[in-house]
């Protein structure tokens, strides 16, 4: 996808802070973190969002959530930490290229839904 923000970042036309590259999968921090671990791991195949997942998207998605557990332990949220993915208008979705936030740090974070 030739528009699409973190396609570039998988090129590397558009610079990043990754903390992680493979041939599936890349992590980067967030460029406005809300706490202090956060990091977001996507598939570098183009997937807009997890409403489009398809069979033949499991194996890139499995690889997402190994490498995002890995880089969570790694990254300093040995204690735990929240996996978060907003889907489309209602789940407040910025950008369309598929991709999980790890948010954590030492503190345990406020509760999880407010209404
Ligand atoms: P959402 O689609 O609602 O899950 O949010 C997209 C997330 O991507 C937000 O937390 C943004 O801060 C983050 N973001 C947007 N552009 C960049 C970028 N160039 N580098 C790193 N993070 C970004
Ligand atoms: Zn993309």
Request: overall charge negative; glycine content about 8%; aromatic content about 6%.
């Amino acid at each position: 996808m030739t528009d699409c923000i973190f396609c570039k970042i998988v090129r590397g036309e558009i610079p990043a802070k990754k903390i992680h590259e493979d041939d599936d999968v890349v992590a980067f921090h967030d460029i406005h973190p809300i706490a202090p671990v956060h990091f977001l791991v996507i598939p570098k195949m183009h997937i807009p969002s997890m409403a489009d997942l398809q069979p033949e998207h499991e194996a890139a998605i499995g690889k997402v959530m190994v490498v995002a557990g890995k880089l969570a332990r790694e990254q300093g949220c040995a204690d735990g930490f929240r996996t978060i993915i907003n889907t489309g208008r209602v789940g407040r979705q910025e950008v369309y290229h598929l991709h999980v936030h790890i948010v954590g740090g030492p503190e345990v974070l406020p509760p999880m839904l407010k209404y």
